[in-house]
């Protein structure tokens, strides 16, 4: 008879629970978690291909010192950051983290200005190769940022809306996370100079 009352109570405990947000809110901040390692792993994936860029361009740029220079020194600083899953609870972090990877960005649109450059440069294999696989790269990682502001957004509404934000504030205590802002000066559009 007690086994059947407990099982009852918490039958009744857990269906209270969903009922008032706190496996939706649970779960949302999973996503969130699970969106952050999807960028992670793209940002990843861009650092680990810009060293054989460097040293393919490094060949034949052989005077474009200042810019693969650049390149180096931005992935260095990229590194240097932990990008682990503490950094959404830590806005500062967050905004380096994201500075850095603008900065690594930055540095790669230079460098494939140099390029143009090199008409033997554009034409060699493996620079093609790494281009392609750098252009779908960055493709991922828009993609990436993309979900994880949305996740961000989801996870933001479940702890804000009510009765949530109740048993937010009493049980769970989570705060609302930072979403991936655009870079400073994006909203103009790039104006392209021939005549340099």
Request: hydrophobic share 40%; glycine share 4%.
């Amino acid at each position: 008879m007690k086994k059947t009352l407990f099982i009852t109570f918490l039958l009744v405990m857990l269906s209270g629970l969903s009922g008032c947000g706190y496996n939706t809110m649970q779960a949302n901040e999973e996503a969130v978690k699970a969106a952050w390692g999807d960028v992670e792993a793209s940002y990843q994936r861009r650092n680990d291909l810009i060293p054989n860029l460097v040293e393919v361009v490094k060949g034949y740029a052989k005077h474009e010192k200042d810019t693969l220079q650049a390149v180096t020194e931005a992935r260095a600083k990229v590194g240097t950051i932990q990008a682990s899953k503490d950094i959404l609870n830590d806005p500062k972090a967050l905004t380096q983290f994201q500075e850095a990877q603008g900065a690594m960005s930055s540095a790669l649109s230079r460098l494939m200005v140099v390029v143009e450059k090199y008409p033997e440069l554009k034409a060699n294999q493996n620079f093609l190769d790494l281009q392609h696989q750098l252009e779908g790269t960055e493709n991922r990682i828009n993609v990436a940022r993309t979900r994880f502001n949305k996740s961000v957004e989801t996870f933001n509404v479940s702890i804000r809306i009510f009765p949530n934000s109740l048993t937010n504030s009493l049980l769970l205590h989570l705060k609302q996370r930072e979403a991936f802002k655009a870079e400073a000066g994006a909203e103009k559009a790039p104006k392209v100079e021939f005549n340099k």
